[in-house]
């Protein structure tokens, strides 16, 4: 089974405004750490927000928010008030057993258009 | 500056031969990855070293080979071993084993 499953190869959004990110993964590990990371064109990838499976709320950072429903095993992210920058491929990963190993999902090509 | 440097970032090689991808940091960060993406795809882990002079295979460590005899340093070896080696790869570190991942800026390495 995979770890992390992104259902939505590819997006579209209007600048400045809000999307939505699906992510939902597998883990039967009471402890685990959920990730977002954004890949611009360069290939870097960029860290953007983590939520730990004890936190009791959602992440913030900036314009980024985790929607994270822990029943539904699921791991949204959320940008609000799109820019044209934010234009990337998003990841979201897991780390989770004893040796904190990390799961990719396959990504999402988010498109802010104009 | 902190960071993660990895060179060079682009590699040629003719197949058959071994090639050595650099990763260097000086965030003084334990753990160390390394990750393989192939086009349109996601990150797929191949080797990971939590500390000094220990090191862990990831989800697809055949043909490859590392070290880390050093906290800063995690060299990656693609031997003539693994079939498919063209791809881009990208280096991560973390303080912890439990903590975000920083990543380098990736080397894209082809082999004909």
């Known amino acids: 089974a995979q770890k992390i499953t992104q259902t939505q190869p590819g997006m579209f959004v209007q600048e400045k405004e809000a999307v939505t990110l699906d992510c939902t993964y597998d883990?039967?590990?009471?402890?685990?750490?959920l990730f977002w990371y954004k890949q611009p064109s360069s290939g870097e990838m960029i860290f953007l927000i983590y939520q730990g499976s004890y936190d009791q709320q959602n992440a913030t950072e900036g314009r980024y928010s985790l929607n994270f429903q822990k029943a539904r095993k699921s791991a949204n992210l959320v940008i609000s008030a799109s820019q044209l920058g934010d234009s990337a491929m998003y990841f979201c990963?897991?780390?989770?057993?004893?040796?904190?190993?990390?799961?990719f999902g396959s990504g999402t090509k988010l498109n802010v258009k104009p | 500056d902190g960071g993660i440097t990895q060179s060079p970032k682009y590699l040629f090689r003719k197949e058959g031969q071994n090639v050595t991808l650099s990763c260097e940091q000086n965030?003084?960060?334990?753990?160390m990855y390394w990750y393989r993406q192939d086009p349109g795809q996601g990150l797929r882990l191949i080797y990971y070293?939590?500390?000094?002079?220990?090191?862990q295979k990831g989800d697809i460590a055949e043909g490859y080979s590392v070290s880390r005899e050093k906290k800063e340093s995690f060299p990656l070896t693609v031997t003539s071993a693994q079939k498919n080696p063209t791809a881009f790869y990208l280096c991560?570190?973390?303080?912890?084993?439990?903590?975000?991942?920083?990543f380098g800026p990736g080397t894209r390495l082809t082999v004909t």
């Open positions: 991560a570190s973390s303080i912890s084993a439990s903590g975000e991942q920083y």
């Open positions: 990963a897991m780390r989770e057993g004893p040796f904190n190993k990390f799961y």
């Open positions: 883990t039967s590990d009471p402890s685990y750490g």
């Open positions: 070293s939590q500390i000094v002079n220990d090191f």
């Open positions: 965030l003084n960060h334990d753990a």
